[in-house]
């Protein structure tokens, strides 16, 4: 009878370590294979992938529209920092950028773009950026995933929305 504390504080003390893990291993280990997934798509980091449009089937990108063309880029600025530019079409469009915890820390659409494209640099500091003129976000994390979403309102401008958007980019400086 005396053992049972015993067995009682292990089982919260195992339950307490496995709820730590989960909360706070879980999100990192989800986004490495995300990133996993579309650095091997890709051919490596830094490198944007144009899947074709969801369907039921697709599970690539959590909770894909049938209605949206998405690219996709895993990005790392451990070296140098990476420039991301998209023509933005006139449609719904948005950038979107995700930490290696999976935290989105940034976020653009169509309608704060004003000049019908977007060029951006994501750099681990503000000192790493090179380009005069051209916002520097700053990543809490070097490596992470970049997504662009442009929405296909119709059948008949989906050819058009696709070549744009597979003029987005991301490169190193």
Excluded at 7 to 14: E, S
Excluded at 23 to 44: D, Q, S
């Amino acid at each position: 009878m005396k053992t049972w504390p015993m067995w009682v504080a292990g089982t919260i003390a195992l339950a307490a370590m496995f709820h730590i893990l989960t909360v706070f291993g879980l999100p990192y280990g989800i986004m490495n294979r995300a990133m996993a997934g579309i650095v091997a798509e890709a051919g490596g980091v830094n490198k944007p992938v144009y899947p074709e449009s969801a369907t039921a089937a697709s599970r690539g990108i959590v909770r894909p529209s049938p209605d949206l063309l998405y690219t996709a880029c895993a990005y790392d600025v451990s070296e140098r920092p990476v420039k991301l530019t998209s023509p933005v079409p006139d449609t719904y469009w948005s950038l979107s950028t995700f930490a290696s915890n999976t935290d989105n820390f940034f976020v653009v659409n169509d309608r704060q773009v004003k000049a019908g494209r977007i060029e951006i640099i994501l750099a681990a500091s503000e000192n790493d950026a090179t380009e005069e003129g051209i916002p520097v976000i700053v990543t809490p994390s070097r490596k992470g995933i970049v997504l662009f979403r442009s929405l296909v309102p119709s059948e008949d401008v989906r050819a058009e929305i696709d070549a744009m958007r597979r003029q987005s980019n991301c490169k190193p400086l």
